[in-house]
């Protein structure tokens, strides 16, 4: 253990003993009783954490009240509402984008089903050919010389 | 009743369940947004507007991501930062004023005089903290959070909360170290 590291640990978790890295613990124990540096420091980290819990909050009376007392909107219960819900997840939960993703997409697999088995009055003409091929060997079998006779 | 007994009332609209979870975090909500934004008035607000949101969405709340007190707390912090960056990040000399009486209220009500003008040059460090490290104080030093949690609300890496309550510690420490400096020359001259 270094001055460094030891500086480290007290500045991220602070001078109590409890709150250091359980791997760290013993050496650093070890480290105030034989650096003087460490142990001033220490001492140093300790009278700031004793100083920073002489602060507290000031009291706010009347707030759990109001807290209490405010107008809460009704809670949603219908169908329509869950289901809005599962599909608008919270903004923070981007394992969830799925769900509008599938949203968006449901029109546009609807739209390609619903246009594969309805036609909506859009017809194919049938002349009993189904190839440009056939219909250029039918081509092929008329007897063009006559006409220009 | 645990958290997610409370919170599953909640969502079927148990007031008396919301009551319960109001009583049980307020406190700890209220001081965290008070020494975020340094007034009473705002803080009451937003105070407020944390538990409504605790009601309106309570269902978004899952119990396997996060213990409810860190759920709270990311909520009162988002709302705290929105406010800050609509507002401004700094606290004007009109709520700093009231802030110290408040805080000099908690203060003298023990130790000595020299003991309360080093806590009070301690607490004005705090409060010229960028919110960053502020926050992280805050949440580690006087919520009682583990780093891991203490990131996951402010929603930034370990690494990164890590670097600042390690200067906001340093800091701290430099002020308290040159208040006793000052203390020390001025009894010497007297």
Not at chain 1, 8 to 20: F, N, R, T
Not at chain 1, 120 to 133: A, K, L, N, R, S
Not at chain 2, 15 to 34: K, M
């Amino acid at each position: 253990m270094t001055l460094d590291e030891f500086t480290h640990i007290l500045e991220v978790y602070g001078s109590d003993a409890e709150q250091w890295p359980d791997s760290q613990r013993e050496a650093c124990l070890h480290f105030t009783k034989v650096n003087t540096q460490a142990k001033a420091l220490l001492a140093s980290y300790q009278q700031l954490d004793a100083k920073l819990n002489t602060i507290a909050a000031p009291s706010f009376p009347g707030l759990e009240q109001r807290v209490l007392t405010q107008s809460l909107p009704a809670k949603q219960s219908g169908l329509l509402d869950s289901i809005i819900n599962w599909l608008l997840p919270e903004a923070d939960s981007w394992s969830d984008l799925w769900r509008p993703a599938t949203a968006a997409c449901l029109p546009l697999v609807l739209g390609i089903v619903v246009g594969n088995f309805y036609s909506f009055g859009i017809t194919v003409e049938d002349d009993g050919f189904q190839y440009w091929d056939d219909e250029l060997l039918m081509l092929s079998f008329n007897e063009y010389s006559g006409e220009q006779q | 009743m645990t958290d997610e007994d409370l919170m599953a009332a909640v969502c079927d609209g148990d007031q008396s369940a919301y009551q319960t979870l109001v009583r049980q975090h307020l406190n700890a909500i209220s001081h965290y947004a008070f020494r975020l934004l340094g007034n009473r008035k705002d803080t009451e607000d937003i105070t407020q507007e944390v538990f409504l949101k605790l009601w309106i969405n309570a269902a978004s709340w899952d119990p396997k991501k996060a213990k409810l007190t860190t759920w709270l707390h990311r909520i009162a912090h988002n709302l705290c930062i929105d406010y800050l960056r609509k507002h401004g990040n700094t606290q004007t000399q009109d709520e700093i004023e009231p802030q110290h009486q408040e805080i000099d209220e908690v203060i003298n009500q023990s130790g000595n005089w020299e003991q309360q003008e080093q806590t009070e040059k301690l607490n004005d460090a705090i409060n010229l903290l960028p919110e960053n490290q502020r926050s992280a104080l805050m949440l580690c030093h006087y919520a009682g959070f583990s780093n891991k949690e203490a990131a996951a609300i402010m929603n930034v890496s370990v690494k990164a909360l890590e670097s600042s309550i390690a200067r906001a510690r340093r800091s701290l420490r430099a002020t308290l170290e040159q208040a006793e400096t000052t203390r020390g020359e001025a009894e010497t001259i007297g």
